[in-house]
């Protein structure tokens, strides 16, 4: 059974800067895609990025040029480097993996944007 824990999430003003991180555990192979998703209150779920294990991203829109994805792939780990961040970035962020049909989510950790 995959296991996924971030961590990273914290309290910073508008225009600061996070890292979360996200680590895998309980298989023996490189899990093919990693990501990133927020819910912010009263809102769905929705995609902020995402990185193959060939190491190929995607991501949204709303933080291309601001956020950045990236993964030690021998560990299954991976990290959000999220920049100039403004309070709309404000969510709980969830990591997920796929692995075959299996798709796989964390707890969430809670970003918080505010002066």
């Known amino acids: 059974q995959v296991h996924l824990a971030e961590s990273g999430g914290d309290l910073v003003q508008p225009g600061g800067s996070l890292r979360l991180s996200c680590v895998a555990s309980?298989?023996?192979?490189?899990?093919?895609?990693m990501g990133w998703y927020r819910q912010a209150p009263g809102k769905e779920r929705e995609l902020v990025a995402t990185?193959?294990?060939?190491?190929?991203?995607n991501y949204a829109d709303s933080v291309k040029g601001r956020f950045t994805i990236f993964r030690e792939n021998a560990k299954n780990i991976i990290y959000l480097q999220m920049d100039s961040l403004q309070p709309e970035d404000t969510a709980v962020y969830y990591c997920?993996?796929?692995?075959?049909?299996?798709?796989?989510w964390g707890q969430g950790t809670q970003v918080t944007v505010s002066s």
């Open positions: 990185i193959a294990s060939t190491m190929i991203t």
């Open positions: 997920r993996a796929v692995r075959a049909t299996n798709i796989y």
């Open positions: 309980g298989m023996d192979s490189r899990l093919p895609i």
